[in-house]
């Protein structure tokens, strides 16, 4: 099994940054594809960011929305995958899940993650 806790939310205001962590343990994660999807109320879970174990620019992956203010990273030693979120924007207020899957590519598709935390809230004030 794999356990995934996130941290790092909180309330912002719009323009601030926050950095989320989030915790793997369990089994060996190194090779894992790592990243996070979001959702905000009423609106359906999206993806947000993706890893692979190897990490680097070329193996990651990011929503439209999010490329040029979130950098998500991965730190496999500590079994800890982070997401840098800069320039935030309210409709950025989400509850953010860190997701974690056995495969070797970076997917948008939440059926491609087994492995999901409880979440953390962002909050963006105007």
């Known amino acids: 099994q794999v356990q995934l806790v996130e941290s790092g939310g909180g309330l912002v205001q719009a323009g601030d940054s926050l950095r989320l962590s989030c915790a793997a343990s369990?089994?060996?994660?190194?090779?894992?594809?790592m990243g996070w999807f979001r959702q905000a109320p009423g609106k359906e879970r999206e993806f947000v960011s993706a890893?692979?174990?190897?990490?680097?620019?070329?193996?990651?992956d990011y929503i439209d929305s999010v490329k040029g203010r979130f950098t998500i990273s991965r730190d496999n030693a500590k079994k800890t995958v982070y997401l840098q979120m800069n320039s935030l924007k309210p409709e950025d207020t989400a509850v953010y899940y860190c997701?974690?899957?056995?495969?070797?590519?970076?997917?948008?598709?939440?059926?491609?993650?087994?492995?999901w935390g409880q979440g953390t809230q962002v909050t963006v004030s105007s």
């Open positions: 369990g089994r060996t994660l190194s090779t894992y594809t």
């Open positions: 997701v974690a899957s056995a495969g070797l590519r970076v997917s948008s598709q939440p059926q491609a993650y087994r492995y």
């Open positions: 890893i692979t174990w190897s990490g680097g620019a070329g193996n990651t």
